[in-house]
């Protein structure tokens, strides 16, 4: 059992240290892709300074590096509790990149794509709450910081009623504590009336 845990939650790290969008931002600009915009290496940095191929291209490999050990731990290890921590080394190696001196992006994606591979249709619901926040905000990070956390509370609460097992309502309490955590900087713009909008932002020395 131990090693099982020991083996998805390395799987889960190392591939969520894969540098997708610093890759995709050298393929795009020729540059790291941290030195402009956020400084991150997610969607939402790719988006403003990329364009919208490239975000989309990073969008569905951030969000694999959630589901793959999700469901390697599901349906190869055949453990829920196993599952959950691959997923959730999937969101710290996005955020912390062995590969890439540790500096990735905010984990959001990731943490979206271990729902995906945890309770695919639970997950289906949680596209259209981004939607709606970021239509009605034009905030990326508004969606990132009151999302997740509307999200993790679906997660945790059908757990606590018997319809998913417990250990993904751990899953979701470490990925919105961890998302929550990296966009503090977001956080602070927002209450201060400065952060960027979609459409704004762009090529621009990076920021925090």
Known sequence: MIGQYAANILIGYLFGSVPTGLVVGYLWLRK??????????????????AGKLA???????????????????????????VAAAGAAAAIVGHVWPVFAGFRGGRGVASAFGGVLGLAPLVSLAFPVVALVLVVSTRY???????????????????????????EFAL????????VEYTHIPNIRR???????????????????
């Open 32 to 49: 790291d892709i941290r030195t402009v915009g956020s400084g991150k290496t997610g969607t939402t940095n790719v988006l403003r300074t």
């Open 55 to 81: 975000a989309g291209i990073v969008l569905l490999v951030d969000v694999s590096k959630g589901a793959v050990p999700a469901l390697l731990g599901r349906y190869v290890f055949d453990d829920d509790g």
């Open 140 to 166: 990326m990070s508004f969606m990132s910081v009151v999302g997740t956390p509307i999200a993790a509370g679906i997660v945790i609460a059908l757990s606590l009623t018997g319809h998913l097992p417990g």
């Open 171 to 178: 899953y979701a309490a470490f990925a919105v504590l961890l």
């Open 190 to 208: 927002l209450l201060a009336g400065t952060e960027p909008r979609l459409g704004q932002g762009g090529d621009r020395p990076a920021t925090g």
